[in-house]
């Protein structure tokens, strides 16, 4: 997809999720148990949440999506945040 090295750790394409609502439970309750008030459980909490929504068959996301949208947010946090010029 990209020159950028970054991209060779995200995670293979070809594999699949199928629903499954015990593990999408699970993951939305360990979510919702690690989110405290620190900026990092809130982002962990939020990478889980969206994990989870790999084994929802009314959410349309893939792996390399979630990797990149973490990816992101490390990149913003790295630089202090978003900055409006």
Do not use: C, H
């Not at 199928?18 to 990092?40: K, N, T, W």
């Not at 949440?49 to 990149?75: F, H």
């Amino acid at each position: 997809m990209s020159d950028d090295p970054d991209w060779q750790l995200s995670p293979d394409s070809d594999e699949e999720f199928p629903p499954d609502p015990e593990r999408r439970a699970l993951l939305r309750e360990v979510a919702e148990d690690v989110r405290g008030d620190s900026s990092e459980s809130k982002q962990l909490s939020a990478v889980l949440y969206r994990v989870s929504d790999l084994y929802d068959p009314e959410e349309d996301t893939s792996p390399e999506e979630i990797y990149l949208n973490v990816r992101r947010i490390m990149q913003i946090k790295e630089r202090g945040g978003l900055r409006r010029e």
